[in-house]
């Protein structure tokens, strides 16, 4: 049985699943401008398991985003990333 955060539900998602590393990192710079034009405090990047290579990108792109408090994986699916913004 799959487990949702309930403290996620309205969190807006991207998913970047068939991006390459380039492609992702500006679909998730727009992303959250957007988010933070909508006051979300929250949001969710999909970028799946698979080799690993989309996660590291996507890490390594908000550790250097200013706007980015903090990013975990989600403990409820290791695919996804939770980002609070500032």
């Known amino acids: 049985m799959k ?6 539900y309205n ?6 699943h068939g991006f390459d ?6 679909m998730i710079d727009n992303f959250i401008d957007n988010c933070i034009r909508i006051k979300a405090n929250k949001l969710i990047i999909v ?9 590291k990108s996507t890490h390594d792109y908000l550790k250097k985003d200013k706007r980015v408090l903090e990013y975990k ?6 695919g996804e990333t939770i980002v609070t913004l500032k």
């Open 21 to 26: 590393r380039y492609g992702a990192q500006a």
């Open 73 to 78: 994986i989600n403990i409820f699916n290791d």
């Open 47 to 55: 970028h799946g398991k698979g080799e690993g290579i989309l996660k």
């Open 3 to 8: 487990r949702i955060d309930p403290f996620l």
């Open 11 to 16: 969190a807006p998602i991207l998913d970047i």
